[in-house]
């Protein structure tokens, strides 16, 4: 089962291996991981999209819990969770219904030259799923998602 | 405030700390620091003969003595070979700092020699590691790496310092207070549960204790005995948690697991209440976990919540110390004796049914019967180290335990070479109690070096090698689940270890009969050197009970009839 766990860590040396050795080192899940310090404040704030069952998602909440550097450890409740997505597409391909895509997903055009352009959106990760779906019939080049950023709410 | 350099205020803090023994091997960029401590006279410092002995060392001087241990190396290999003991003293939940040098600050990230991502390698093997970037937040380090390491559930603590930081200089203020705002373990259990915890065990009818390492770490060894002579409630221990009854309390079953007594695994099987107190329910006491306590509801009492429905579900999950959480559940519960008078009848009988024998023979030295002697012979008033194998099965067996930290053996790693280096630890801790290495002829010769440590600094330890000219355990797993295909097992061709025990230094015994094991032990124990008493044993003997891996708890092989 799909899981999101938002951390909040000091921001030292090193933290980011530690959690991510954690994750590793008892063979869990990554499927993303997101991190940036949170302004005016000594912290991290790391945003994990992990999966297993009940049990394991309770380990591995303790286990984020035991690392020293860890402030908090948020897993229940509601999120916002939006990832990003960076889509290169070649200019060449036909672009009819383009627009209607990008505004059903709240995506707009990131960058454009003689080639390319390349779209961008931010939502949900099952929305950027289907979102992928509906523009491939355009052909991307490249894709590149970046992981989901968390908030509880 | 004093300006000290970086070497200077290791030794600073060492001596805040109250550390009165280092143990250690030099190198390039540890010079500075090993040049400190030359010239300092807080502590002192043991030379060992390899840096994962220097671990074990201050491992068994922090087992024995309930202290933090410390240990120094240098950078590279220097390191590397610290690793192993880093690894046993995680697992045994051990306060330990290691603090290694490291290449200047400006090498950092250029492979230069002896360079090696130490904190990198040790993160998994520690509970907290530092790599040291300037001086100025060195005496916070320090005194963090101390208080991390014995505080909640104790662990190694690895603190790596650039050559650079250890001359560099710097104000020194040891801070007074510690706050790290994202460490604070939980001491007092919560109220709520502890009162549930009561109740549930006035209304069980086959409760048990089931006592693990943490009862001996958190000091609540005394709770614990009176806990369960005010309730009558018998108790199982794990390979960590002897010593915490008395061997001859009648309340006391004996060790639980793989080769656990058959009482201790039939009191698991058929328990209703099991009361875990500081254990972790590790896979060599569970067996097969489906069927492991299929009938108990389950307290598990620990100060790491991440211990608790790790592997077993918690009914009754209490997070704290295991002393202040015992102390109120003693003042809240009504239990006596009379309740459990039936369930204690039926251990009885299972005990009665199969209790832990060996057969003795006067034509071949059976181990048991070493260990058993040895017992008798010493007392109480001695600390008993092993290495790793049936001999340390043998010895949590037929070993009388009495105290906590008698017993000096690694547990959730099986560390052999263990037991020389951690027993000239506990040595040091002990000072003129005598200390016993139990050890096989594969173990011993993985640290033997350390014969040499303990002849220079005049730290006589015994060792009693139980020698089968094999790996035994592993022999014995060859013989009964691989059909006696024993690969790479024998060593029956061995080096003379009596006169290895003299070219070091110490004295050494060949012995074959009762007889001379006696004179040999008489003479060792008085013996102001090291000594090591080769006993030839029954070769083909088998430690049982013994539960095969991955097989319920209570299907244990309790006789090798056809299987020597
Ligand atoms: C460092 C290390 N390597 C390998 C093992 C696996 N192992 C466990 S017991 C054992 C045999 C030990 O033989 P010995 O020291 O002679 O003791 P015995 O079993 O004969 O009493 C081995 C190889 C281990 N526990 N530790």
């Given at each position: 089962?799909?899981?999101?766990?938002?951390?909040?860590?000091?921001?030292?040396?090193?933290?980011?291996?530690?959690?991510?050795?954690?994750?590793?080192?008892?063979?869990?899940?990554?499927?993303?991981?997101?991190?940036?310090?949170?302004?005016?404040?000594?912290?991290?704030?790391?945003?994990?999209?992990?999966?297993?069952?009940?049990r394991v998602l309770e380990q591995i909440v303790k286990q984020l819990h035991k690392l020293i550097p860890t402030y908090k450890v948020i897993e229940s409740g509601e999120f916002v969770e939006k990832e990003m997505a960076l889509i290169k597409i070649p200019l060449n391909e036909n672009f009819g219904g383009l627009d209607a895509i990008l505004k059903a997903y709240n995506g707009s055009v990131a960058n454009t030259n003689e080639n390319y352009i390349i779209v961008m959106v931010a939502d949900d990760a099952n929305r950027i799923d289907n979102f992928l779906k509906a523009i491939k019939k355009f052909n991307p080049v490249d894709i590149v998602r970046g992981g989901s950023v968390l908030m509880d709410i | 405030m004093k300006e000290l350099n970086g070497s200077q205020m290791i030794s600073e803090a060492l001596k805040l700390e109250g550390v009165e023994v280092v143990f250690g091997y030099p190198g390039g960029a540890a010079l500075n620091i090993y040049d400190e401590t030359y010239k300092q006279e807080y502590f002192r410092h043991v030379l060992t003969r390899h840096e994962q002995a220097a671990v074990h060392a201050a491992d068994g001087y922090a087992r024995a003595s309930g202290k933090v241990g410390v240990a120094f190396v240098t950078s590279g290999p220097g390191f590397t070979n610290a690793v192993t003991g880093l690894a046993t003293a995680y697992s045994d939940s051990i306060p330990l700092v290691l603090i290694s040098g490291q290449v200047a600050t400006s090498l950092i990230g250029t492979d230069a020699f002896q360079e090696i991502d130490a904190v990198g390698i040790s993160r998994p093997c520690v509970k907290h590691n530092y790599l040291v970037k300037n001086i100025e937040e060195l005496p916070r380090i320090l005194k963090e790496a101390f208080y991390i390491a014995r505080t909640g559930r104790p662990g190694p603590v690895h603190v790596d310092i650039p050559k650079d930081i250890t001359a560099a200089i710097g104000k020194f203020e040891y801070p007074k207070e510690i706050n790290i705002p994202t460490y604070k373990p939980t001491y007092k259990g919560n109220a709520k549960q502890i009162k549930k915890a009561a109740e549930i065990i006035e209304a069980s009818n086959r409760p048990l204790l089931y006592i693990g390492g943490g009862a001996i770490i958190s000091g609540a060894s005394e709770l614990i005995r009176e806990f369960a002579k005010k309730t009558g409630i018998p108790a199982i221990t794990t390979l960590m948690g002897l010593g915490v009854m008395r061997d001859d309390d009648e309340l006391n079953l004996g060790m639980a697991g793989m080769h656990g007594s058959y009482?201790?695994?039939?009191?698991?099987?058929?328990?209703?209440?099991?009361?875990?107190?500081?254990?972790?329910?590790?896979?060599?006491?569970?067996?097969?976990?489906?069927?492991?306590?299929?009938?108990?509801?389950?307290?598990?009492?620990?100060?790491?919540?991440?211990?608790?429905?790790?592997?077993?579900?918690?009914?009754?999950?209490?997070?704290?110390?295991?002393?202040?959480?015992?102390?109120?559940?003693?003042g809240r519960i009504n239990a006596k004796p009379e309740n459990f008078e039936k369930w204690r009848e039926i251990l009885a009988r299972y005990n009665s049914l199969?209790?832990?024998?060996?057969?003795?023979?006067?034509?071949?030295?059976?181990?048991?019967?070493?260990?058993?002697?040895?017992?008798?012979m010493v007392g109480d008033d001695v600390v008993v180290s092993t290495d790793v194998g049936q001999h340390q099965m043998w010895v949590a067996q037929f070993f009388a335990f009495n105290k906590p930290r008698q017993l000096v053996t690694s547990g959730g790693q099986g560390t052999m070479g263990f037991g020389l280096p951690a027993a000239l630890g506990a040595k040091w801790a002990v000072g003129d109690k005598p200390v016993i290495n139990f050890t096989g002829d594969g173990s011993i010769l993985m640290n033997i070096q350390e014969l040499m440590t303990s002849v220079v600094d005049k730290k006589p330890v015994v060792n009693?090698?139980?020698?089968?000219?094999?790996?035994?355990?592993?022999?014995?797993?060859?013989?009964?689940?691989?059909?006696?295909?024993y690969s790479n097992t024998d060593l029956s061709i061995q080096p003379d270890f009596v006169k290895l025990a003299e070219s070091f230094g110490g004295v050494g015994f060949r012995v074959k009969t009762k007889k001379e094991f006696e004179d040999a032990l008489n003479t060792a124990l008085k013996s102001d050197k090291i000594s090591l008493i080769d006993v030839v044993v029954d070769r083909f003997e088998n430690v049982l009970p013994m539960v095969p891996a991955g097989a319920a708890i209570y299907n244990m092989i309790l006789d090798d009839k056809g299987q020597k």
């Open positions: 089962m799909r899981r999101v766990i938002s951390v909040i860590v000091l921001n030292e040396h090193g933290v980011l291996s530690r959690i991510s050795g954690l994750f590793a080192g008892r063979g869990y899940n990554i499927d993303s991981l997101t991190v940036a310090p949170i302004p005016e404040s000594g912290f991290s704030r790391l945003s994990i999209v992990t999966s297993g069952d009940e | 009482v201790a695994n039939m009191a698991l099987s058929e328990s209703d209440l099991l009361i875990a107190l500081g254990a972790r329910f590790d896979d060599r006491i569970t067996g097969k976990l489906s069927e492991f306590a299929k009938h108990a509801k389950i307290i598990h009492v620990d100060i790491d919540p991440s211990s608790i429905s790790k592997i077993v579900n918690a009914h009754f999950p209490i997070v704290g110390d295991l002393k202040s959480v015992l102390s109120e559940l003693m199969y209790p832990l024998k060996y057969t003795d023979s006067e034509e071949v030295l059976k181990p048991q019967w070493v260990i058993e002697k040895t017992s008798q009693i090698i139980l020698n089968n000219s094999f790996l035994g355990m592993v022999r014995q797993w060859q013989t009964f689940f691989y059909e006696h295909r």
